[in-house]
Structure formats: structure tokens, C-alpha cells
């Protein structure tokens, strides 16, 4: 029987019932009783607030039970007949909280949203990330079905780029009770005396500084392997290595392998565990190689499967040394007994500085688990100095002399360290007030025009009684009106005057999920209109239009345009060009920059009347459509530019711009040939790691099960089979490849995709060049024209006309498609290449 069958509940339909509070109140403590968990005391005070209907604030140490409060404040708004929202900041742990919830509640009753699509959401309890509750809020307001908001990690209401969303439901869900919890809050007087304002609600704040693990503070003033070793033979595993670099965690990793991290029992058990696992070339192998010592590695460059391999393999106890970045620091329950911060620094985006008490205190806070240990050690390695004057202190041993004759090291002169002193600081600081971090755009907009009522008033009201201080308020008015004659510009609004009160609304005959997800996408709408629909690259610059609205992927473009350097100074050296005139020349070679002048030129025309747009300047780059031209696949994309340590940067990059390509391109400007190329990128995004749009296209399929949190790997991606469309361009563009590397006589690399039957590709190519002197691979070489398919049941037979100088068409590349063995091996399975004459 679960929690949800014991709930005393109202007769069905009905809201905001009476409960008869002492009656739930003994239904959940008894029932936690048989869990074996006795209720903390500010667990037992935050439950009795919730039951007499006031919001609460809870801020107590992370392990101290703050999930079963969230639990208890599900079940009472289950017994009154509301409908209660628990948001996280991270889909892991959206995922991890919906499986729990099914469990205590039932599946039946709980229900998830991590995208634009769902599962069961029509459910009581629905588990979602705080962006999904806040455009929901935007969109209803206080007409939305929501009775209780819990909203976890609250202190990311601070965070520059996501803080709107914590925001937006405090403003706009004045029906709603509301549970904020973290361990990192500080003071919060301004938070209790506004929700109390807003809701009619008395705001109840409870908080406690008692770890029910307590913690430890050391400072090591040893080399970090020294300090490491150490916590491995004094049995205080497993030990998260926090750095500040994504390089510096993989380097710590690897110099571990030398070290016996894990006993032989434990490495045979993660090889039984690991055996079916998946992994890619390029990163998948090392990390495959330092998984079965016992060492972990999880930072944000890695593919989502690799982070949740690591996670599902640190719950099972198996991995002794996790060595990452600071992304191991949010909610995921991953049970840790000593964090060993490598520093006390890090890069923000803009410049080297000292970690806040907030940033410290969350990542402290992962050490030591309830459950799990009975106490959790916090380690903060010294600066390389430091640690140097240690040794050299140490060998001077007690002899006054020597000591007076130790030649103290300094920190670096520039660089940005920290002391004894800051450590200190650190651990007793309160965590900073939190600030507000509101912001509009268009994506915000569109989902206040879809109300039923006013837009104007529900954006009055959002803009003007929000956090902001008063000058940041007009700040972000003066937005929302540019904004909005923004849109009116591009046509997606009208104005109107309607029986329900509307003044504007949103054009009919947009397509289902269209969004403007980015700072410059009208200027995008806009700038397609100057595009030569004629053009045979017309699909392609619709895609670099689209890809100049992008963040900027730094490392990739880094390592295009290194790799274009190289290039540029090996073809000036043939030129005879002298040293430093080759370095003044080589400022002017970057990464590509495709429609530059056009794109550069429309922008300004553009900003004249939406000045808003300086702040976000257009940035043309070419990934996709490079990915495309050369016909590549993901790992041979990774491969060729060097960025194994990037790979979940590159695939977010390309999954936003699958997303854009989707939601942004308006039906007038698609054609067939750019839903071929979005259908080839969705598919190479599923096939290198399904997990980033399951949630966004699979998940709108209710007969869908989520991937559980403890699962080893997510489910194979759908197999190739069943989106024809998708496959064809797989299959032209994996045909295509050849041609590509035929044309610059990369017969290595032409090898490494397969062995040709009968003569090799060299002597292949010898017979093709003896008759031509040269291979197209412009547009009309790779167009549809050229490449032609003869599907079939259990094969296709294709063919790639190569386009020679003179025009024949007498030589392609033939292979045929094994269909049955590209499904199970998740990707294409060519047979029988060939470079033919005919």
C-alpha cells in the first residue's frame, strides 16, 4: 500500500478541501516510522507549517532530510484535492525525485516535465524543471491548476542566466503554497515578508544549522597525491576531487591509475556491471579504462550516458575517486564521504576569483551522506607554494638555522590565490543574500500572449511588482516594449480587441512548437526574407542564419580556427612567405564564418530599430553546416578537431541548434531539402546520445517509460530504420564522405572507413585520376541529383555519381545498406563499397 492509498482525501473534483490536520498529520508520521526514520525537529516544525496552510522556507544542511518535507507537503496537498508542482534545477534530478514520488505515491498520481513534452501530465504531482513551472506560470497565471509549488535549490534564484525562473512563480502563483528549500539561503526576511504580501499566506521560516552527518574541515598543506593516497588508505572513500578546469579533472584522474584505488573484487564487479555498456571512440575509451580502476571523471563536457554511468557506478559504491568540476554539487544523491577542493578559486566567465560562502558551503556540502556515514571531511588543498614552503619547512626540520635559511616561495605574481586565512573565512561565512536576477524576452512574452485575457495587464504586473528596485523595473519595461514591437514587426502579432479583453494575441497559423528561444531570433525571422530561395545553398544558409543566433561553442571554434591556422601556415610556407609576415597574416584566419558580410550587414540594419540587440551581437559560425559539408559523423567531427574532452559541449550545441531549426524556421521558409538536413541532425544527435531530446519529442508518447535514475545507460535511440527520411540523408551523406576524402586523396582515412573488394581505394583512385583531374564537392556535387537509392526490405542499394570535371558521371561509389544490422548496432552498416566505373 502506498502513502497515497492511507491519504484521507476529499470526493474527486473537489479543491482547497478541509483536512482534518492531527488525523494526516499521524497517516504520514506513521508511515515514516515504518521507513525506520524518526522526523528531525525542523522536518517535524515544517511539516506542522505546511498543514496549517503558511508557506515555508526551509534552510537546513544538505543531508538533513529536506526531501521528505518536500514529501510530507505532496501528501497534504494530496488530502486537501490540490495539485502540487516539485521543481528542481537539473533534469537528473527532476528524474530521480519523479521515480521516488512513484514510489511513495504511486505511479499513477505522479507525473513528469522536463521539455516541451510529458509524462502522464495530467497527474496531481508533477515533478518538472523550474523553467517548465515559470513559462506555465507566464502563461496562466493565477488561472493555472496549481495549489502547492516545492521548488528545490531555491538558491539558484540567484543565478544570472536561470533566476527568472524562480522568480516568475512567486509573482505570478498568488493561489499557491509554497515550500522553498536549500542549504545555502542566508537570510531570507525578504522572501517571507513578499510571499506572505503575495499569497495571504503567513510565511514560516525554519531553519537549522545541525548536519545529522557532521562535517570536518582540514587543511592539507601536502601534494594533492599525497593528500589523496592518504584518504585511501585511511579508508575515507569515496573521495570527490574538486578542480576548477575540466582538463585539470581529467589529468588527476589519469596520474590515478598508478595508484590501487579499487581491490581486485571490486574491478571485476564494475567490468560485470559495465559489460553491455556502449562506449564512443575518442573519450568513451578512457574513461571506459579509468571506470575499471575504481576512478570516475564528471564534468559538463562529457555526454550526458557518461555522466549518469559515473553516478549510477558512485550510488553502487564502486568507485573509490571521482575527480570532476563543481556540476557533482547539485542535488543528485551520489553518496560521498570526503570532498577535496583543489582550490579555492575559479573562472566565472569573466574573470579569476574567490569562491563565494555560497558556492563553497554547496560544494562542501556533498561530503558525507545520511545513510550512508556517520561523518563527512571537507579537504582544502594549500597553493603549490604553500605546499612547496611546507616541504621545505619540514626538511629544515627543528633546527633554527636551517629554518632561518628556507627561502620562502610567493604566489605567483597576477595570479589570484588563497590562504589559510581564506579557507577559514569560508567555512564560517554565511552564504551571500540572495539577489534578483529578472530578466524579459521574447520567449517570455509569447507565453503571456497566449493568455485569455489582458497581455497587458499580466505584463504590467510581472514587470512592476517584481524583485527588481525600482530603475531596473523601467529597465526591463523599456525591454518588453521593444520586444514586443519586435514581434509585432515580424508578423506574429496582431492587435485586436476582443470579448475576453485581449488588445493583442498571437497569428493563427503558427506552427505548434514555435518558439523564440534565443536572444536574436527575430532578427533571424527577419534576415531569412533576404535569402535566395533559388540558391542551390539556400537550405544551408537558412541553418547559418539560424547557427549566428547561437551561443557561441568557445572550444569548438577555438579548435576550427587552429586548425585552419595550421593549414593557412602550411600553405604560406610552400608560398615561400617569411615568419613574421605568416604571423600578421595568420590574425586574420578564423573559424568559419559563413554569409559574414550579409549577416553583419542585415544586423545593423536590424539593431537601428531594435537597439535592445546591441547587447547580444550576431555571430556567424559554421558547426552544423561545416558537420554537414564535410559529411561527417559525430565522432568523426570530434575526432577531426581534437575535442574527445568536449564531447557534451558539442552535442548540446547541436541539439539547441535542432531546436532552433525546429521552432524557429517558420513553415514559409522550410523547404524539402532543409527538412532532410534538420532530420539528419536530429538523428546524429539520438544516435550519439538519445537522452537529450527524449525528454523534447519521445516523452510525448504516453506509453513512454523515463529512463530510471539508476540505470546503466539510457535506451538505444529509435532504431535507424524507422524515420526513412532521417536515414536517406544518413546514408547520402555517409556516401558522400567517401567522395569528399576520394576528391583530397585521404586514402588513410578512406581505408579506415573500409577495405574496398577487389582493388583498394588507392588503386582505385589511381584509375579515376588518370582519366579526370580533379573531384567536385560543391552543391550540385552532393545534390539529390547524384546520389540514387534503391530501397528494399532488408537492404538498400545505393550509388554516389562522383561529378567530374568533364561532366560524365561515369564513376561512383556503390555500396549496399544493411538494414537489420544498422538498427542493432545504432548506426549505418555499409557492405559491399566500391569506386566503380560503368
Not at 509573482?171 to 522572501?191: I, K, N, Y
Not at 578546469?245 to 564494475?270: F, G, K, M, P, Y
Not at 559525430?634 to 574527445?644: I, Q
Request: aromatic share 8%.
Amino acid at each position: 500500500m502506498t502513502l497515497f492509498d492511507r491519504l484521507p482525501r476529499p470526493p474527486a473534483g473537489t479543491r482547497n478541501a478541509t483536512v482534518d490536520e492531527d488525523a494526516l498529520y499521524d497517516v504520514f508520521t506513521t508511515w515514516v516510522g515504518e521507513q525506520g526514520i524518526t522526523l528531525y525537529p525542523a522536518q517535524d516544525e515544517a511539516f506542522l507549517e505546511v498543514l496549517t496552510g503558511s508557506n515555508v522556507i526551509l534552510s537546513t544542511p544538505t543531508g538533513s532530510g529536506k526531501s521528505l518535507v518536500a514529501t510530507a507537503a505532496h501528501a497534504t496537498a494530496l488530502a486537501r484535492g490540490e495539485r502540487t508542482y516539485y521543481t528542481a534545477p537539473i533534469k537528473a534530478l527532476v528524474s530521480e525525485k519523479f521515480f521516488a514520488l512513484c514510489e511513495v505515491f504511486g505511479p499513477e498520481n505522479v507525473g513528469m516535465l522536463t521539455g516541451d513534452a510529458a509524462v502522464n501530465k495530467d497527474a496531481p504531482v508533477i515533478c518538472c524543471t523550474a523553467e517548465i513551472l515559470a513559462n506555465q506560470a507566464l502563461r496562466e497565471g493565477a488561472s493555472a491548476d496549481v495549489g502547492q509549488v516545492v521548488m528545490d535549490e531555491f538558491h539558484f534564484y540567484a543565478e544570472s542566466d536561470r533566476g527568472w525562473a524562480w522568480q516568475v512563480p512567486l509573482l505570478e502563483l498568488p493561489q499557491a503554497q509554497f515550500l522553498l528549500m536549500s542549504a545555502t539561503l542566508g537570510d531570507v526576511s525578504f522572501f517571507r515578508d513578499d510571499l506572505t504580501r503575495r499569497t495571504g499566506r503567513s510565511t514560516a521560516v525554519v531553519s537549522s544549522m545541525e548536519r545529522p552527518v557532521p562535517l570536518s574541515y582540514q587543511w592539507a598543506e601536502t601534494p594533492l597525491h599525497e593528500t589523496l593516497e592518504e584518504l585511501l588508505t585511511t579508508h575515507q572513500a569515496p573521495v570527490y576531487v574538486v578542480h576548477f578546469t575540466q582538463a585539470a579533472a581529467l589529468e588527476r584522474a589519469q596520474a590515478l591509475t598508478s595508484v590501487n584505488v579499487a581491490t581486485r573484487e571490486q574491478r571485476d564487479r564494475i567490468a560485470e556491471l559495465i559489460g553491455g555498456f556502449r562506449f564512443g571512440p575518442g573519450f568513451g575509451k578512457t574513461l571506459s579504462r579509468l571506470i575499471r580502476h575504481g576512478i570516475g571523471v564528471h564534468h559538463a563536457g562529457m555526454l550526458p550516458k557518461y555522466r549518469r554511468l559515473v553516478e549510477t557506478l558512485a550510488q553502487a559504491g564502486l568507485l573509490k575517486v571521482i575527480c570532476g568540476t563543481d556540476t557533482l554539487g547539485v542535488g543528485i544523491n551520489v553518496p560521498i564521504r570526503t570532498v577535496v577542493l583543489t582550490g579555492l578559486t575559479k573562472y566565472d566567465g569573466h574573470r579569476q576569483r574567490v569562491l563565494k560562502a555560497r558556492e563553497f558551503h554547496q560544494i562542501a556540502g556533498r561530503a558525507g551522506r545520511a545513510g550512508y556515514d556517520t561523518a563527512g571531511t571537507v579537504v582544502v588543498q594549500a597553493p603549490d607554494h604553500i605546499v612547496e614552503n611546507a616541504r621545505l619547512v619540514a626538511k629544515a626540520g627543528d633546527d633554527p638555522k636551517k629554518l632561518r635559511r628556507v627561502q620562502r616561495k610567493k604566489a605567483p605574481e597576477g595570479q589570484v590565490t588563497w590562504s589559510r586565512a581564506t579557507f577559514d573565512r569560508l567555512v564560517e561565512a554565511e552564504p551571500e543574500p540572495l539577489v534578483s536576477r529578472m530578466r524579459v524576452t521574447h520567449s517570455m512574452l509569447l507565453n503571456v500572449l497566449t493568455r485569455d485575457d489582458d497581455a497587458f495587464s499580466a505584463l504590467r504586473h510581472l514587470l512592476r511588482d517584481n524583485h527588481e528596485e525600482g530603475r531596473n523595473q523601467v529597465r526591463l519595461v523599456r525591454r518588453a516594449v521593444a520586444h514586443y514591437r519586435s514581434l509585432l514587426a515580424a508578423g506574429l502579432v496582431v492587435q485586436t480587441d476582443d470579448a475576453h479583453g485581449r488588445r493583442c494575441r498571437l497569428i493563427d497559423d503558427l506552427q505548434a512548437d514555435f518558439a523564440l528561444n534565443q536572444p536574436l531570433s527575430t532578427y533571424a525571422l527577419a534576415t531569412f526574407d533576404t535569402l535566395d530561395a533559388e540558391a542551390p545553398t539556400y537550405a544551408l544558409d537558412v541553418v547559418s542564419v539560424v547557427e549566428a543566433t547561437l551561443e557561441d561553442p568557445r572550444q569548438v571554434l577555438m579548435a576550427q580556427q587552429f586548425k585552419a591556422r595550421g593549414e593557412a601556415v602550411a600553405e604560406m610556407k610552400s608560398d615561400g612567405i617569411e615568419y613574421d609576415e605568416r604571423m600578421e597574416l595568420l590574425d586574420d584566419v578564423s573559424w568559419p564564418k559563413p554569409l559574414q558580410e550579409l549577416l553583419d550587414a542585415t544586423y545593423a540594419i536590424y539593431a537601428r530599430t531594435h537597439p535592445w540587440i546591441t547587447e547580444t551581437p550576431v555571430s556567424p559560425k559554421s558547426v552544423v553546416r561545416d558537420m554537414y559539408e564535410q559529411a561527417m559523423t559525430f565522432p568523426e567531427y570530434v575526432a577531426a578537431y581534437g575535442l574527445s574532452r568536449s564531447e557534451g559541449l558539442v552535442l548540446r550545441y547541436l541539439s539547441d541548434a535542432y531546436r532552433a531549426l525546429r521552432q524557429t524556421v517558420p513553415d514559409s521558409v522550410r523547404t524539402d531539402e532543409l527538412d532532410d538536413l534538420v532530420a539528419w541532425l536530429g538523428a546524429v544527435v539520438r544516435q550519439t546520445d538519445s537522452s537529450l531530446l527524449d525528454e523534447w519529442e519521445a516523452l510525448s508518447d504516453p506509453t513512454v517509460v523515463p529512463v530510471p535514475p539508476d540505470a546503466l545507460e539510457p535506451p538505444a535511440p529509435p532504431k535507424l530504420t524507422s524515420n526513412p527520411r532521417a536515414l536517406r540523408v544518413l546514408v547520402r551523406n555517409a556516401m558522400f564522405r567517401r567522395v569528399e576524402l576520394a576528391a583530397r586523396l585521404s586514402t588513410d582515412a578512406l581505408h579506415e572507413l573500409e577495405e574496398l573488394d577487389g582493388p583498394g581505394w588507392s588503386e582505385a583512385l589511381a584509375a579515376y585520376f588518370a582519366e579526370h583531374g580533379s573531384i567536385r564537392t560543391g552543391p550540385d556535387a552532393r545534390g539529390p541529383a547524384l546520389f540514387l537509392v534503391e530501397t528494399g526490405p532488408e537492404a538498400w542499394q545505393v550509388q554516389q555519381i562522383v561529378d567530374d570535371p568533364a561532366g560524365n558521371h561515369d564513376w561512383r561509389v556503390t555500396a549496399t545498406v544493411d538494414l537489420a544490422a544498422s538498427d542493432e548496432a545504432g548506426e549505418l552498416v555499409l557492405r559491399d563499397v566500391a569506386l566503380v566505373q560503368l
